[in-house]
């Protein structure tokens, strides 16, 4: 269980207090100068009441355990996630003491109607209740959150409509400069965001920018070695025009390695003001995007970020955070329709017709509640893991996170244009700005597919590591013939789809959860029977069967989004929260579901014809590329 320990930092205010007035009285005796000493002494005092107010938070971690959705493409499952992360009872009073006056603030009248995060007064309120910079240092002025406190934070924050420019600012800023800048660059850049100062804005994509490693923006040493010079363009730059600094991600070396090229990426901060930076806004956007140019301007080599040629490892760190943050911002907006629905039908219901009592209405609401309700469990338990266990990888849940959020967005602004009807074709209804707003969220950094491929191969590979004699075996039966007829008779039922269920996780949940528990347990065997047909039948080619790949990849999701559902559920249920048996409900609902797209998509990947339909799709798309468009004749075409 994770423990706080508070050490509060003992000094003698009374007596520090008597030296500051001592200092500022005796620094002059011209009369003008009162309220210059007076605006002095506050702030020095501001100062030091801040420092004497830090807490030291020293957080007790759990020891690093192994990834937990990697693990399941070889049929491991760990009991121990079936503990949904919760905080103590204090920490939750506190946080939502915090999080409820930052709500009262946003929804003042002077916070409402901000639309641009340039605006300094709309910061400065936000830097007052120490919502910048979340998760820095105290000693920053910060409030440093856990990863469960952050995420109640950028659900508050994910209801103004300025979301989208915090959260990049919050997420790819801020955090890139708290976690890998040192204390320097923290000082002069991190803290001017904390204090609502500074804007920052993460310059990372390019036009027509397919590998990441191919970037065309390139940084290289001055002759002098005291500096970079920096060129290239940078597109689709959040937070562009209103940034003061950016930081970039260029090419700082180029070398050949097996015949190959590779590019070795840096990171840099440049002043938005240095001598070479232009600027224009991308139009039309839903929010701020520009393209940034980049003229020989020269950088100080004392504002590289981390070590020189190690971009990359601040990339899979920080796009791992900024992905779990996508689950608070989209499951904004997944509630405030869900309420928005809600509001619209008590308004359209009449003294003898009531929409809302109908089973048409009640059933989409149902459906809506329940992919609510799953996207905002996966996102807590994955900041839940970041939370309890040191060092814990979760780079494929983060994506996780972000494909089901964003799709269950999508679906739910979906479903409401569908229910609305013709209102709806109006460019400014809120059913229709709410599902504009979701397909941000589809594409933003990177697709959802190329989500999913990603997810899949980290898996694959994950498996590969550690069952590689297994697939060897497997692979050459003339060599391995006893082991190969010993798992074809005794493979636990995979091959009759009834694979035997042994994991217990009934034992590890609350008994109202043990039919879906099962199928949790049985999806979790056809995925390890999926990852190991991959591998035997394609080897290391798997990783070009991208249709497999998305069935294996919708398999992963599934199977985390169930332990997430069945986690938070049996928890509510045994401490007592209420409608603790409607969570109970919507758990199972989703698994029931669940387990149907599973079995779908295991068959596409074991069959090889017919009943395959991916391999049907791409027989057809061949031929689509080979008529170079569509080909099937028209409907009343005859040749007699």
Known sequence: M????IKPVSIKQGLVGKLLQRF?????SIQPAEKEFSENYDKEMKKFETLTNISKRTREKKPQRNPFVKNLTIGIFDNEILTFPEMQLQEVRNIEKQV??????LHQKHMVNVNSISNKNFRQNLADHKALGLQSSQFLDARECCPLELMRYLDVLSEHQLKDSLIQQEMLGAQTLNKFANESLQKKYLHSIITGEKVVAFALNEHNLIDILNMNTTAKLSEDKKSWILNGTKSFVANGISADFFI???VSERALLHEEQVSQLSAFIVDKDSKGVSWKKIEPTDFELAEISFDNVEIPIENVIGKVNEADKI?????SDFKLSCGPSCNAISKKTIDKLFQFFVEKSYENFDWLST????????????EYYVADSVTYLTAGLQDWYSNQDVEVESAIVKILSSEAAYRISSICLDIVGLPATLKNHWARQFHEETLNYLTLHESNDSQKLFIAANGLQHAGQNITNRIKMLRNPLHFSTFWLKNLLFDGGQQNDNPKLDFDLAGHLHPSCNGPSKQLEYCVKRLQFATEILLTRHGIECLNKHGDLRSLANILIDCYAMTAVLARASRSYCIGLQFADFEIVLASVFCNRAVDRVKENVNNIYYTEHKANDRNYLALGKRLVESKGYFISNATSRFF
């Open 2 to 5: 994770i423990k706080f320990s």
């Open 24 to 28: 500022y009285s005796a620094s002059t």
């Open 100 to 105: 409820a006056d930052l709500k009262k603030l």
């Open 248 to 250: 970039v991600i260029a």
């Open 315 to 319: 990339l899979r760190g920080i796009m």
């Open 359 to 370: 089973d048409a209405i009640r059933i989409k609401l149902g459906e809506i509640a329940m």
